[in-house]
């Protein structure tokens, strides 16, 4: 059976917490770095992906970002994603120095906005030796522009607006849902209600600490975010992308034209027929068939 510890590091002076799932109790291991997405916690679908790494010989670390779950952070519910990928890489940093962690075998493994910052990490941090990244955010103007439609997107944009007063005049935040049920009635990040109830569903069975609300700030921030300019960086890091056939959450044509910008001949494409963004959370059979592919993705780039 896989042993799992209780972790903890700093990243920028905040304690971040996780779980180390290991191969092995006596030897160093190759290790796989798990977060997750928008507003995730680390029960969120990522212990059947570590479960499937430690079970094949690699270790697997699951966190949770700085103020989210059981990591330490004041700005609550606040994502700012290179604040996040400062996270992976303080893992990493940790992990370099943990007894049962080969340093020279580490990989990164990311889902939707996370699946965006595997693709940073592979272009910017050399100590990343292979990624999976599965059904990534791509340009987070383009997919909130989309994904909202011209007059929700309105509604967004006079929300961060309004939020950008705000926090001028008086420091204080503004909040919005992850995602709602009724998108034309209350403006949410995500606008779609299989969303909501996936999560929801989640959050009543086994994530607890999650929390269907981010900062505006959040959104602000995600609409200034595209991996664009360092997928053309990723020369010669072994890459993997997941795609849901017909993704129009995280749309899967900017997926896929993102993966053809990899100038890496060490890159692979999968695309999961039948399938959708949500189901790869709500829908067992397609977790494990991903879980199965990152698996043997990490196995053949980081194993000897």
Not at 17 to 29: N, P, Q
Not at 47 to 62: D, M, Q, R, S, V
Not at 97 to 107: A, K, N, Q, S, T
Not at 227 to 234: A, D, E, N, S, Y
Request: aromatic share 10%; hydrophobic share 40%; proline share 5%.
């Amino acid at each position: 059976m896989t042993k799992r510890v209780d972790v903890e590091f700093k990243s920028e002076g905040t304690t971040v917490r996780g779980w180390l799932y290991l191969a092995s109790e006596t030897k160093r291991s190759p290790t796989v770095v798990l977060a997750g997405g928008w507003c995730y916690v680390r029960e969120i679908v990522m212990p059947t992906y570590a479960k499937a790494f430690a079970e094949a010989g690699i270790n697997a670390l699951i966190f949770d970002y700085r103020n989210l779950g059981v990591s330490d952070g004041d700005d609550r519910q606040h994502l700012d994603p290179w604040a996040q990928v400062k996270d992976y890489q303080n893992a990493i940093s940790f992990l370099e120095r943990h007894d049962l962690v080969d340093p020279e075998r580490i990989g990164v493994w990311g889902i939707s906005y996370s699946g965006g910052h595997a693709l940073i990490l592979a272009a910017i941090d050399p100590r990343v030796k292979t990624i999976v990244s599965q059904i990534p955010v791509i340009d987070g103007f383009e997919n909130m522009r989309r994904a909202h439609g011209t007059m929700q997107y309105r509604a967004l944009w006079d929300l961060v607006l309004r939020d950008r007063k705000q926090r001028y005049e008086t420091g204080e935040r503004l909040y919005l849902p992850h995602a709602t049920e009724n998108s034309a009635e209350e403006v949410s990040a995500w606008p779609f209600p299989e969303t909501v109830r996936t999560f929801l569903a989640i959050k009543a069975s086994e994530a607890p600490l999650y929390e269907n609300r981010s900062s505006v700030e959040s959104v602000d921030l995600l609409m200034n975010y595209d991996v664009g300019p360092f997928v053309k960086r990723i020369y010669n890091t072994p890459t993997l992308m997941i795609v849901a056939e017909g993704d129009d959450l995280t749309l899967w044509d900017l997926e896929i034209g993102a993966f053809n910008q990899i100038p890496s001949a060490r890159k692979k494409l999968e695309v999961l027929p039948h399938t959708s963004h949500m189901t790869l959370y709500s829908d067992q059979s397609k977790v494990k068939v991903a879980a199965a592919m990152a698996r043997d993705w990490f196995v053949e780039t980081l194993k000897p």
